[in-house]
Antibody, heavy 123, light 108 residues
Framework: EVQLVESGGGLIQPGGSLRLSCAAS????????MSWVRQAPGKGLEWVSL???????YYADSVKGRFTISRDNSKNSLHLQMNSLRAEDTAVYYC?????????????????WGQGTLVTVSS | EIVLTQSPGTLSLSPGERATLSCRAS???????LAWYQQKPGQAPRLLIY???SRATGIPDRFSGSGSGTDFTLTISRLEPEDFAVYFC?????????FGPGTEVHIK
């Protein structure tokens, strides 16, 4: 069974840094496409970042240059390093896996989601 | 960037009724790379429909998707109590992989 469990959220001051983690089980992170999606309180969904199975990375303009997506193959986990945090980064952050069918996997749609971790940027 | 607009913003319906949700894109979503997700309060989104009209594994057949180009529709043929939730569309033809603002379906 595919499971994703995020951790690392919390309260952080503007300008600070935080590293989110997503522990995966039931599949191999390095062989799949993994994304981070966030949701500000009471708002809609915003795609944040994607890492391809081959290692290529993609970012939303709103986080480019400040956030870095990575994976730890030895721990089968996904990470999001968030620097220079702003109040508008306050959100629940979800990690999600892309879509696999008939032995092939794709970056989208997002077929498996974690429960999310809340990041609050405030002084 | 492809901007998605969903309508209506809120839908008030009774169990057993039919729900029709619209998602319109600012430019063509080629290859129908459009998905629909359901989200209930305090929960993560759940994939319902991908490639505009294909149901994800385990999704009841009362959910159906249609459309192409810039206009897409999610239909729930007969609302069950567990279907009252927020529904988001997402395009995945090009980065950034944008979501619509959502349609809330609540009990009338």
């Amino acid at each position: 069974e595919v499971q994703l469990v995020e951790s690392g959220g919390g309260l952080i001051q503007p300008g600070g840094s935080l590293r989110l983690s997503c522990a995966a089980s039931g599949f191999t992170v390095s062989s799949n496409y993994m994304s981070w999606v966030r949701q500000a309180p009471g708002k809609g969904l915003e795609w944040v970042s994607l890492i391809h199975s081959g290692g290529s990375t993609y970012y939303a303009d709103s986080v480019k240059g400040r956030f870095t997506i990575s994976r730890d193959n030895s721990k089968n986990s996904l990470h999001l390093q968030m620097n220079s945090l702003r109040a508008e980064d306050t959100a629940v952050y979800y990690c999600a896996r892309g879509f696999c069918s008939s032995g092939s996997c794709y970056p989208h749609p997002l077929n498996h989601w974690g429960q999310g971790t809340l990041v609050t940027v405030s002084s | 960037e492809i901007v998605l607009t969903q309508s209506p913003g809120t839908l008030s319906l009774s169990p057993g009724e039919r729900a029709t949700l619209s998602c319109r894109a600012s430019q063509s979503v080629t290859s129908s790379y459009l998905a629909w997700y359901q989200q209930k309060p305090g929960q993560a989104p759940r994939l319902l429909i991908y490639a505009a009209s294909s149901r994800a594994t385990g999704i009841p057949d009362r959910f159906s998707g249609s459309g192409s180009g810039t206009d897409f529709t999610l239909t729930i043929s007969r609302l069950e109590p567990e279907d009252f939730a927020v529904y988001f569309c997402q395009q995945y033809v090009s980065s950034p992989f944008t979501f619509g603002p959502g349609t809330e379906v609540h009990i009338k």
